[in-house]
């Protein structure tokens, strides 16, 4: 039931990231959970719509989904996207940080990156090799040294432009989407992001990011930089 949940929300990511929304909220029905919602009143009832709004995010019992569009009339400036509570999970760690993403240069995420490795947690970052918008590689290359400084990992995927946007935290936390972590895209762009907490699903990307730095990634060293 979990996998049919998960594919119908990102297809509704999908569907939201390519397009502008509507001047009305989009109306998404929920399927039926088998997870108890007695404790949770954020959760509806199986079968209830969910109104989603620019800039609007939904708790249900083990995910959120974030939407930003912030030049619509319901949006308020910058608010909606997924960089506030990824930074609040990253506040959280205790264990790891794993994250492959096409563009960051946001000060709050590398401020959260570092304190979490000064508290002894692992840091490792997959970060564009070979991207197809040079600026890209340049905005996150501001933030090299801060980082590697710290010891935080660093990984380059050159194989061909990186257009994941993955982030895990410890063993159980994940989110999945379309916004990189840069102002343009909190500022100008339409963008879909959805957080999952499940260990088994947080596993597997665990297991895709730790083959794509072993066999597809060179790791950037201080002195290169």
């Known amino acids: 039931m979990k996998r049919v949940f998960f594919t119908i929300l990102a297809l509704v990511i999908s569907m939201l990231a390519c397009a502008t929304l509507p001047d009305t909220p989009v109306i998404v029905t929920v ?41 619509h009339p319901a949006s308020k400036w910058q608010e909606g996207g997924v960089d506030i509570p990824l930074a609040r999970a990253i506040d959280n760690a205790r264990v790891s940080v794993d994250m492959a ?4 240069s946001l000060n709050s995420i590398r401020d959260a990156l570092l304190n979490a490795h000064r508290r002894g ?41 990186l257009h994941g946007k993955v982030a895990l935290i410890d063993q159980e936390w994940s989110t999945v989407g379309s916004s990189n972590l840069d102002p343009l895209s909190l500022s100008l762009n339409l963008e879909a992001n959805l957080v999952i907490r499940d260990r088994a699903f947080n596993q597997e990307l665990h297991q895709a990011l730790d083959q794509l730095m072993q066999n597809h990634c060179r790791q950037i060293q201080l002195e290169r930089i």
């Open 31 to 71: 399927e039926p959970l088998t997870i108890s919602t007695e404790t949770l009143p954020t959760q509806p009832t199986p079968g209830e719509p969910i109104f989603l709004q620019a800039g609007y995010s939904y708790r249900g019992s083990f995910y959120e989904v974030y939407f930003t569009e912030p030049f």
């Open 101 to 104: 993403i096409y563009s960051m």
């Open 121 to 161: 947690v692992q840091v490792r970052l997959i970060l564009q090799g070979q991207p197809d918008m040079p600026i890209a590689k340049f905005g996150a290359r501001m933030l090299y040294n801060y980082l590697l400084r710290d010891g935080v990992q660093i990984y380059e995927y050159c194989t061909r432009p």
